[in-house]
């Protein structure tokens, strides 16, 4: 088919030709559709951390997070310069593990071990009420406005003292050893070393004045049982004796003694018979294994049968080496084999004396063990009957010696507690008196300084995550894809905020919003199979978001690519375009009257693009946009140019933008970055999917890529200076100021791409 775009209007097919089919296609725009130009360097693979989700979240509230940072920071410093300065003294001491003894068993209390509980008992002791309340009456602090109210009672002073002791001492163990060390901090550096002195004196003389009490009370508790021990004892020793002269009975254990000698005499014989049986039980062993066994210790260590089994060696060696060169029946092979026969019958009867004797030995040591097992029977007979008779008289002889050994153990006892109670020990021993220390440790300007930085920054960075995750504007093409489940058709960049028109950007090939508007020009060529959709509404949920300045940016770069572009400004409630009225009767004209299109489009000085402006303003935008001259119109348009794009009104309450949509081939929704909430740009996009328009992705406009946490360059390339600053600021409350475009005017009074701004 020949190609007509560029021919004359009145020359190009009539209404005869058959309208585009609308597409039917799935979205397949150039930013999504191939991996290789679409995939972001920036998103993770796969569901795990997005760390370049976190560096844009943390870029895009940058400031914040510094303004946060040095607040906190500076506050720290101010309160860390008006705090009162606190200095530090430490004095160690040292646990001994057992306390040091001059006489073994001389004190009263068990050996203490300095374990771990131990060395906790000993903690809760330095930090105790009882020895804090010594110290305050030693120093007395109590008359000290530093630790107690000088105007309170005295006992009400010691109290505040003490608990102003307890609240600022530290006792800890230095790492894993049995060195403590006891620090206190006060607001005077003297007293810091003097309290902690004193603390760690008075723990040392409490412990041993516990001690000393102590060891006291033993010692008259030992001197009654004493008296009450000697008394049994006499009397055990008297009953014994008694007894012993009305049984007749001699001394047990004496040397002169029958029963004695047979006590004796039986111990030796069970040691003997115990041997005896040993002996027996391995020469039996022996006598069987010959019986069974040709390789017994008793052969293999017999000398004669070595010598005999070391002369068989030879000969079978020598044997073996002639067997080489002569036959068995060779004289001297004859003489060999007797010879090696002989030492055979040798090694055999060898063996056989061996065994005799071993059977010799077994008998002997069977008859040995039955002898002394008979002796054994008759001494146990004789043992036994004299303990029968001397049970009565072992029980007294035991009671005597207990009573012999208790008081002579309390004896001693009284004696060692006696001398110990002179002598003062103690576990506990000083290593390092405290100091007066010369520079408060606390407050640490530079710590503080670093943690408030640090917490400062935490609570920045998470405040940052916390505003992103309230935040649901739309602001960045992932939002446009995440938020919305659309593509990003064009990203369009924030201009720089100078002066000039839209025209004049797009003038300039290098600015980056030319870049960003041709970028979307190659995404609108993929949205279908066939091409770029032949009729395209614009519309936006709010005024001001750029839709207007998409439309004709996106006219003129199609037009420059050689396209015939018609450009409908459908908003008949505020039309942006200014056209003279007698050039064209509008779209409202022509909704309402039978002229033709043809007739009342306007060019403009870019090739290729025209405007149908929208006309005279209607009283009912909704209903006329309704009738059925519409649909004929676009088809129409269709018809004559390349690409229809329709300016349409903002949705708000209005459904002009739906109605234009249904009878389009596609929709663009314009959205301002940072501007529209998620739940107002759903909304946006139910009401158009309810008047059946086909939405085929959304126009970002004003994105600000530093702003957002992106690389400048990642969305667009910067080759000079921004174009035009359009709708960066918000209009004033009751003001009509808008822009109106004059590009298609064609008056000497007001020349082509002029923008007039009331």
Do not use: H
Not at 130 to 149: C, G, K, P, Q, T
Not at 292 to 307: H, I, K, N
Not at 437 to 451: A, D, G
């Amino acid at each position: 088919m020949p190609d007509d775009r560029n021919a004359p209007l009145s020359v190009r097919p009539g209404p005869g030709r058959a309208p585009a089919e609308r597409p039917v296609d799935n979205f397949a725009a150039y930013p999504v559709a191939d991996p290789r130009y679409t995939r972001d360097p920036y998103e993770q693979d796969g569901a795990g951390f997005d760390f370049w989700g976190v560096l844009r979240t943390l870029l895009r509230r940058k400031f914040m997070i510094l303004a946060i940072m040095i607040l906190g920071t500076s506050a720290a410093a101010l309160l860390t310069l008006r705090e009162t300065p606190l200095f530090r003294s430490t004095a160690t001491i040292e646990v001994q593990r057992q306390e040091t003894r001059i006489i073994e068993s001389a004190e009263v209390d068990p050996v203490v071990v300095a374990d771990s509980e131990y060395m906790a008992t000993q903690y809760a002791l330095m930090k105790s009420r009882a020895l804090a309340e010594r110290v305050v009456e030693l120093l007395d602090l109590s008359s000290n406005e530093l630790y107690a109210d000088p105007s309170a009672s005295r006992e009400e002073r010691v109290r505040q003292a003490a608990d102003n002791i307890g609240r600022n001492l530290q006792v800890a163990p230095e790492g894993r050893s049995r060195v403590v060390r006891v620090t206190f901090v006060s607001a005077d550096p003297n007293d810091a070393a003097r309290i902690a002195n004193t603390l760690v004196e008075s723990f040392i003389e409490g412990s041993l004045e516990r001690k000393f009490n102590t060891t006291a009370y033993a010692r008259k508790f030992l001197e009654e049982r004493l008296v009450t021990a000697k008394s049994s004892l006499e009397d055990a020793e008297r009953r014994l004796v008694d007894y012993a002269q009305q049984k007749d009975i001699l001394e047990l254990g004496t040397e002169n003694g029958n029963s004695s000698l047979d006590v004796d005499s039986l111990v030796a014989l069970n040691a003997e018979f115990a041997a005896a049986q040993s002996e027996r039980i391995a020469s039996e062993q022996r006598y069987r294994e010959m019986l069974t066994s040709a390789a017994t210790a008793d052969y293999l260590e017999s000398e004669d049968l070595m010598r005999l089994r070391a002369a068989r060696s030879e000969l079978s060696a020598q044997y073996q080496e002639m067997l080489g060169t002569f036959k068995p029946d060779y004289p001297d092979m004859v003489r060999l084999a007797a010879r090696i026969e002989a030492l055979d019958a040798e090694m055999d009867a060898e063996k056989a004396a061996i065994r005799i004797a071993s059977e010799a030995t077994f008998k002997a040591a069977v008859a040995r063990e039955e002898s002394l097992a008979n002796r054994i029977n008759e001494l146990k007979a004789n043992v036994q009957d004299q303990r029968g008779r001397k049970i009565d008289y072992t029980i007294l002889q035991r009671e005597v010696d207990t009573a012999r050994a208790q008081y002579e153990a309390l004896l001693q006892r009284l004696k060692e507690v006696s001398i110990a109670g002179g002598v003062g020990s103690s576990q506990v021993s000083v290593v390092d008196r405290a100091i007066v220390p010369n520079e408060p440790f606390e407050p640490n300007l530079q710590r503080t300084l670093i943690q408030a930085m640090i917490l400062s920054l935490a609570l920045g960075i998470g405040l940052a995550f916390a505003l992103n995750y309230i935040d649901d504007t739309i602001k960045t093409p992932e939002d446009v894809k995440q938020k919305l489940g659309l593509p990003a058709i064009g990203v369009i960049p924030k201009s720089s905020g100078k002066g000039g028109s839209i025209t004049d950007a797009l003038g300039d090939p290098r600015s980056p919003i030319t870049e960003a508007f041709y970028s979307a020009r190659t995404a609108l060529e993929f949205t279908t199979t066939s091409g770029a959709p032949r009729s395209l509404v614009l519309t936006s949920s709010q005024p001001g978001e750029g839709k207007t300045s998409s439309a004709i940016s996106l006219g003129m770069s199609f037009a420059r690519s050689g396209r015939k572009v018609l450009i409908i400004d459908a908003d008949l409630r505020k039309p942006s375009f200014v056209a003279n009225a007698r050039d064209s009767v509008g779209l409202s004209g022509l909704l309402t009257g039978e002229d033709r299109l043809a007739d009342n489009v306007i060019g403009s000085s870019t090739d290729g693009l025209y405007l149908l402006p929208s006309g005279v303003i209607p009283p009912n935008p909704a209903e006329l946009l309704s009738s059925g001259r519409l649909p004929a119109l676009i088809e129409e348009a269709a018809e004559l140019f390349d690409l229809v794009l329709i300016d349409s009104p903002p949705l708000l309450g209005f459904a002009d933008a739906p109605i234009l949509g249904s009878v389009c081939d596609a929709t663009i929704v314009v959205i301002e970055s940072g501007s529209i909430r998620r739940p107002a740009a759903a909304r946006t996009l139910e009401r158009l999917a309810e008047g059946n328009a086909n939405v085929v992705g959304v126009m970002l406009m004003k994105f600000d890529a530093k702003k957002s946490g992106y690389e400048s360059g990642y969305y667009y390339y910067s080759y000079g200076r921004g174009a035009y600053a359009y709708g960066s600021k918000p209009s004033k409350k009751g003001s009509q100021a808008r822009r109106k475009i004059r590009l298609f005017a064609g008056t000497d009074e007001t020349p082509p791409n002029a923008i007039d701004r009331e």
